[in-house]
């Protein structure tokens, strides 16, 4: 690859995250509906002619940022395996995605809202993909209960249980902060919430930290 083709590339990926972060602030804002490619552009501080260069029109934005969200959120678990230790990973996953839920809130809840309203522009893809993913993930989780390792719990609710507590906190940021009275999250609070979920999910799974 030669320089100029390398930083072509860099620029056309820093191009693409900066529309990407624009199009996330909007999309929560306003929804799917709400949100206009001129409002992204203008959040992004470019020409609307650019947004339309990378991602032929707002759909295809709207899908681009919602699938990279999931690949976000799934790559924790990449090098999953039969011969993992259960403990471990499940420990990773949790605390991975609560960090992800204090530092990404706004990915959390558009995610939340596309489901909310059926899924109307991802149903293909959590049909497809994410059953996938879940089906490949609950089978190394039944091979770690086959072997003994950790009880016999269900693997597929195990990885619904990870999701909803994990992303509760992005999603109903307003309701946590307004009742434990407090403006904001603070750094303490992640590793809080995180070391308590480790011990409920993993006491749970009968594994030990």
Same mark, same amino acid.
């Given at each position: 690859?030669?320089?100029?083709?390398?930083?072509?590339?860099?620029?056309?990926?820093?191009?693409?995250?900066?529309?990407?972060?624009?199009?996330?602030?909007?999309?929560?804002?306003?929804?799917?509906?709400?949100?206009?490619?001129?409002?992204?552009?203008?959040?992004?501080?470019?020409?609307?002619?650019?947004?339309?260069?990378?991602?032929?029109?707002?759909?295809?934005?709207?899908?681009?940022?919602?699938?990279?969200?999931?690949?976000?959120?799934?790559?924790?678990?990449?090098?999953?395996?039969?011969?993992?230790?259960?403990?471990?990973?499940?420990?990773?996953?949790?605390?991975?995605?609560?960090?992800?839920?204090?530092?990404?809130? %706004?990915?959390? &809840?558009?995610?939340?809202?596309? *489901?909310?309203?059926?899924?109307?522009? !991802?149903? @293909?893809? $959590?049909?497809?993909?994410?059953?996938?993913?879940?089906?490949?993930?609950?089978?190394?989780?039944?091979?770690?209960?086959?072997?003994?390792?950790?009880?016999?719990?269900?693997?597929?609710?195990?990885?619904?249980?990870?999701?909803?507590?994990?992303?509760?906190?992005?999603?109903?940021?307003?309701?946590?902060?307004?009742?434990? %009275?407090?403006? &904001?999250?603070?750094?303490?609070? *992640?590793?809080?919430?995180?070391?308590? !979920?480790? @011990?409920? $999910?993993?006491?749970?799974?009968?594994?030990?930290?």
């Amino acid at each position: 690859m030669t320089t100029q083709k390398y930083k072509t590339g860099k620029i056309r990926e820093r191009n693409s995250e900066n529309i990407l972060s624009a199009a996330e602030q909007e999309f929560v804002l306003h929804g799917f509906k709400g949100t206009s490619m001129q409002a992204i552009a203008d959040r992004a501080g470019v020409p609307k002619a650019n947004i339309h260069y990378y991602f032929k029109n707002k759909a295809n934005l709207y899908r681009a940022l919602v699938e990279n969200i999931l690949t976000t959120w799934n790559e924790v678990l990449a090098d999953m395996s039969p011969d993992s230790d259960p403990a471990e990973i499940l420990e990773l996953f949790i605390r991975t995605k609560v960090q992800l839920a204090y530092t990404h809130p %706004n990915a959390s &809840k558009i995610f939340a809202m596309e *489901i909310i309203q059926g899924a109307p522009y !991802l149903k @293909d893809y $959590i049909s497809v993909n994410m059953r996938h993913w879940v089906k490949e993930k609950v089978a190394v989780i039944q091979s770690w209960i086959d072997q003994g390792k950790m009880r016999a719990v269900d693997p597929t609710h195990l990885i619904f249980l990870v999701w909803s507590s994990t992303q509760h906190y992005a999603d109903f940021e307003t309701q946590v902060l307004e009742v434990t %009275n407090k403006r &904001k999250y603070e750094e303490d609070d *992640i590793k809080r919430v995180s070391d308590f !979920l480790v @011990d409920m $999910i993993l006491t749970g799974c009968g594994l030990k930290r």
